[in-house]
């Protein structure tokens, strides 16, 4: 760790109101002492990681990380904040802020050390030496470890110290024995973090746990003698745990790696009944059939999730190409008119000082950019079911559904269909010599084959024809009936704000524009004037009752405003946690007043980012923006109403007692 902090690093007083503030105040120390190449360009790759999940944990601590191109070698910034920062825990702000910088390549040691950290953040005593600590590098020292070899001999001298009548009493009762795996989807934080949570509960609770966690710095596989001991078995993950197969046959729970962090008694304790009730699941990593010829149970369990699980891992993918390529053609139409997409090739008709010549080049670089939409879309869900091998097979079907014209559907159906040959191939036994050439040669090559053949012969003509139906369907909307869908697409944009169900309809809309028509370019519009409303109404609600909401709300709004205007829906994520019963109700009636408005407006929109930044593009602007603004101000007048009957002195509402929402972004 020696390398990774200097007292440069630390600031014992950080300034910051927000998390946004906090990363920008340590990112520039880290730029001071020349370990971050470029400040913007890191801090977008930290809002990116902070945008997919939040950091903060229990226990007031916040843990923002990313591995970016601007890191020139693997860095830790410390802050710490007297009056807080939301990083979104549930138990209130974070206090002890660490900001974890890798660099796009980094080495497995590097990794390792920084998830060391991640896990001493879960010892009670060394964050309370944190808090107390006055001298920055003493600070920097206590991270760094230097005072841990003192104490490393001190099990063995209080071993020293038993009587010696004890060895001789009689032996203890066999403990319980787990084993745990821990996973998230970068590897430098969560995984380790959930291991040490469920190592302290197993000690509280006398029970003999092992961890195996599989982060990005690789994976320790267990011990077989240890699995074969173990009582039950629990997986703490937000990815797929490798080589499953081994932990056959034991009582499983399995759950997210933020129920590691935050629950670990009660997974303890939920084991336990299980190896009570005796309990056995059945589990395979695909790599081959059981030997009974039964099908996998562990494999069916939560089929509903996996599903949401594949579906959001295409879309998440697919996002970065639709706002650039989407937003390079609204550009390109804000410039040069909507009929420069008839532009000629600008490799061979390009002109420096023409205007037209650069609105061509950057709508036909946007057009090449969204021709990638429905192929990564396909190739992502796939890789989600059964990882890389499942690329090639993924990629070649969401190419064959735009040649058949079979859009958006396709994508999907190519994405789940590559997945489910690639799984099926590898559950077939092949011998040893051949398990080499599996990955790169054989499953490629079959898999796509198959899934060419079903795309091109079978199911492929099908949704195309769906395609077209839900395309004619979405032109010939008028009246009640595009109310109606503007109301459903409302509600579902401000349910979870950014969660599974927004991101279902962004997808839905989005996809329409790959090949717009009328109807698809005002589903996007009631799309994106629903999903800025959330944000946009507790920025309101927090400016005109401000006594309602808590300090840290009180500021979250601030940043509301921009986030909103932006269309960044996550902005009412905090205000949600907080008070999910009031916060989202409102926001979902505002949503749907907006989508509804926008609808029977007709407002069309051809963008699909970009918020008010983009008004411009839209059709009928004045009247999205009255929708936007009658939305915003309903679900403003509900929150307020719903907060104030419940309040009888200006306190703010507990972050805890309400259930929590989870969002994937």
Known sequence: MSELITAALVDLDLPAETKDDAARSL?????????????????????????????????????????????????????????????????????????IAAPAGADDDHLTILSALARRLMDPEFTGALRAERDAGAAAALIRGEEAAADESAPDAAAAEEPAGTAAAAPAAEPFRIVAVTSCPTGIAHTYMAAQSLEAAARAEGVELTVETQGSAGFERLDPAVIAAADAVIWSHDVEVREKARFDGKPLVDTGVKAGINRPAELIAEARQKAARGEISTVSDGTGPKDDG?????????????????????????????????????????????????????????????????????????????????PVLAGYIAYGMADRPALVPGFVGGAIALTINAGFLGGLAAGLLAGAVVMAIQRVKVHPTLRGIMPVLVIPLVASTVVGFLMFIVVGKPIASLQRA????????????????????GLMMCFDMGGPLNKVAYAFAVGGLADPTPGSLKVMAAVMAAGMVPPLAMALATTVRGSLFSRTERENGRAAWVL????????????????????????????????????????????????????????????????????????????VLLKGMRRTAPTPAPATGEPQISVAA
């Not at 998440?316 to 609204?330: D, E, T």
């Open 564 to 639: 909103g205007a932006s269309f960044i829906s996550e902005g009412a994520i905090p205000f949600a946690a907080a008070d999910p019963l009031r916060v989202i109700p409102s926001a979902m009636v505002g949503g749907a007043v907006t989508g509804g408005l926008s609808m029977a407006f007709g407002c069309t929109l051809r963008a699909p980012h970009g918020g008010i930044f983009v008004v411009p593009l839209i059709g009928s602007p004045f009247l999205y923006l009255l929708a936007i603004a009658v939305g915003t101000a309903v679900a403003t007048t509900l929150v």
């Open 294 to 374: 039964t099908p996998s149970a562990g494999d069916h369990a939560h089929f509903g999730i996996r599903l949401r699980t594949y579906l959001m891992s295409g879309v998440s993918y697919m996002v970065p190409f639709v706002a650039a390529g989407g937003l390079l053609i609204a550009l390109s139409f804000a410039i040069g008119g909507y009929e420069i997409a008839n532009a000629k090739s600008v490799a061979d008709h390009f002109v420096w000082g023409e205007t037209a010549s650069w609105a061509a080049l950057l709508n036909q670089i946007g057009t090449a950019a969204f021709a990638f939409l429905v």
């Open 27 to 99: 990112a520039e120390r880290m730029v001071a002492a020349g370990r971050v190449t470029d400040l913007d360009g890191f801090l977008a790759d930290v809002a990116a990681r902070e945008a997919q999940m939040p950091t903060g944990l229990d226990g007031g601590i916040g843990i923002p990380h990313c591995r970016s191109e601007h890191v020139s070698v693997p860095t830790l910034a410390f802050g710490r904040s007297e009056r807080g920062i939301d990083f979104g825990a549930a138990d209130g702000p974070a206090d002890l802020i660490f900001l």
């Open 470 to 489: 839900l395309t004619d369907g979405l032109n010939g909307l008028s009246g009640s009936n595009a109310i109606i869908l503007g109301v459903v697409l």
